[in-house]
């Protein structure tokens, strides 16, 4: 069996690269995309302003104390998404095997297209060169045998990298990077890695199962093998729509439960609208939480049969985020999110076969008329045309005081 080509491109500081080229008076200064106002965040970062210690997801206001004479832009999210388009148009030019990750990044199996188009190497170097030649923009590029370390491999060389790694050399070139380059290893697990003593990958797939039990539990085995560069998963074309979410940034963060829990309806109710508008239903409900200090966390519930209803999905949504509260009293929240996910075209769910040991989240009688007059109302005067007495105080409509008897 011939080894496998894989292919992980990402395009270089994407946002701020387009926007240099957008604007020619921006290049080589230091650009940030993001939240203009100080409760932003830095949706990317320019190389320039990079040397400063900014990058992705940091608090504007951090990022403009780092390096004060930053430029700040507003993120074009149609514009980036047309130059994104024009990327993976180069993509399909040499294999139908391609899996995007977001706009500016994806994993491709050449495996298959080395008998008509030459080595992966080559491949990588033309996919390299039509992309400068057709948006004017670079991207790194990592081959390697498998997803897990040609995405790490991308990263090593950037920007306008090109970095392959064999068979023969992943642990050669694996072994000396610090463990936090470990895809999906997260800031505080890592934390805890290292401060176990375990500092480069290399460690990581050398250390004893006493050393990692600790940190990992059952997931060791997998751990160790990561680190030693071993994934089989395969490159999944999809053309499908994956999830269907809505997320807000407060001005100031939120501890109020009634308050959260109405933001958190209001999201549900848009996410929902964002499902019947495409045509589709969803059977997990996700949230997303994300406190004062940054910290982040999702929780999620499967459900059956598939629903797109507002009243289905916000009192899921509502159920995750009330447990997650319990267990956190006085959490302040920066960021409320939520989202669905394994999703399929509505008109097919009626004859899918329920889950009879599932909870059944039935909507109401009432609740797809009111769901369909509401998206009338909004598709013809705007999305804040009329709000649910739901999402305006907390859990439930305000019921009116009762007169005492005369």
Request: proline share 6%.
């Amino acid at each position: 069996m011939s080894t496998r080509a894989i292919l992980h491109v990402d395009m270089d500081a994407f946002y701020a690269s387009v926007e240099q080229l957008d604007h020619p008076e921006l290049r080589g200064k230091p650009l940030i995309v993001g939240g203009t106002s100080g409760r932003g965040v830095v949706a990317a970062a320019s190389y320039e302003v990079r040397r400063f210690g900014v990058r992705s997801a940091m608090p504007i206001r951090r990022a403009l104390a780092l390096c004060p004479d930053a430029i700040c832009v507003r993120p074009r999210m149609g514009r980036y998404k047309e130059v994104s388009r024009q990327v993976f148009g180069v993509f399909h030019e040499f294999t139908p095997l391609v899996q995007g990750l977001s706009l500016d990044e994806a994993y491709l199996d050449v495996t298959g297209s080395r008998r008509l188009l030459g080595d992966e190497v080559s491949i990588a170097r033309e996919i390299k060169r039509r992309i400068r030649e057709r948006t004017g923009l670079t991207a790194s590029v990592g081959v390697a045998p498998n997803k897990l370390v040609a995405k790490i491999a991308s990263d090593l060389d950037k920007p306008d990298g090109l970095t392959v790694v064999t068979p023969e050399t992943i642990h050669d070139v694996l072994d000396p990077l610090p463990v936090r380059r470990l895809p999906g290893l997260g800031r505080k697990k890592g934390e805890q890695v290292t401060a176990a003593g375990i500092v480069t990958l290399g460690a990581l797939r050398r250390a004893p199962d006493a050393q990692l039990w600790p940190l990992f539990g059952r997931d060791t085995p997998r751990m160790r093998e990561r680190a030693g560069g071993v994934d089989d998963r395969a490159v999944v074309a999809d053309w499908e729509e994956k999830s269907i979410s809505a997320e807000e940034t407060f001005a100031d963060d939120i501890a109020d439960p009634a308050r959260l829990e109405a933001e958190l309806l209001a999201l549900s109710d848009r996410m929902s609208a964002r499902l019947r508008a495409k045509g589709l239903v969803g059977r997990c409900v996700t949230i997303k939480i994300r406190e004062h200090d940054f910290t982040t966390c999702t929780r999620q519930k499967h459900f059956a049969p598939a629903s797109h209803d507002s009243a289905v999905l916000g009192r899921l949504a509502r159920a995750l985020l009330s447990r997650w509260l319990e267990q956190n009293p006085g959490a302040r929240l920066r960021l409320l999110g939520v989202g669905a996910s394994e999703l399929s075209p509505a008109d097919a769910s009626p004859g899918t076969q329920a889950d009879l040991f599932a909870a059944q989240p039935q909507a109401s009688a009432g609740d797809a008329p009111l769901d369909s007059a509401l998206d009338r109302i909004r598709e013809k005067f705007g999305q804040l045309a009329v709000k649910r007495g739901s999402t305006l105080r907390g859990s439930e409509p305000e019921r009116p005081a009762r007169r005492p008897r005369p």
